[in-house]
């Protein structure tokens, strides 16, 4: 059985962590979507409300499922059995900093691979910061995130 890790805030997931998603699933047994808790990091929503979306939005992939972390990311790959840890890359911008953390983890544990995995072109340009700031300022966030995603932004940004 080959499970992977995909980490990340996920504050909210957009439709390119769904990408990214969808194209893992092909290549391993399971997926572990994982919901790192950063209290140095203030978020829109609670590790709980992006797990539950998660959820919802993964609920066509049985082979996927959702777990909140604490702690370092070579910790929950030990815990949790996975072979590799998934990251997105978008662009060459994310590179340097996806670069640095792909080589400190391997440092940490010599068994934590990362494998990047590229969304389609028209998510290139999709990060859930830019996606809150449209939503916080009334703007249509459909195209970018799941059905579920675009109405917990619209009750949370209407308060
Ligand atoms: O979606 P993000 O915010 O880019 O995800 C970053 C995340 C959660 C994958 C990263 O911050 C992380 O792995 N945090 C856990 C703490 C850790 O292991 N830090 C050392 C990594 S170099």
Do not use: W
């Not at 080959?2 to 390119?16: E, K």
């Not at 939005?57 to 996975?82: I, M, N, Y």
């Amino acid at each position: 059985m080959r499970t992977a890790l995909y980490p990340g805030s996920f504050d909210p997931v957009t439709n390119g962590h769904l990408d990214v998603i969808e194209r893992a699933v092909l290549l391993f047994d399971k997926i572990i979507v994982t919901v790192a808790v950063n209290e140095e990091k203030s978020a829109l929503f609670s590790v709980e409300e992006r797990r539950l979306m998660l959820e919802k939005v993964c609920g066509h992939l049985p082979t996927v499922t959702v777990k909140v972390f604490h702690g370092l990311l070579v910790e929950a790959a030990k815990q949790f059995r996975a072979c590799a840890v998934i990251r997105g890359l978008r662009a060459v911008s994310d590179f340097e900093y996806e670069f640095q953390m792909a080589m400190m983890n391997r440092t940490l544990s010599d068994k934590c691979e990362t494998l990047f995995l590229m969304p389609k072109p028209e998510f290139s340009f999709l990060s859930s910061k830019m996606i809150k700031e449209i939503a916080s300022l009334g703007g249509d966030v459909s195209p970018f995130v799941p059905e579920p995603v675009v109405k917990a932004l619209r009750t949370r940004c209407s308060r």
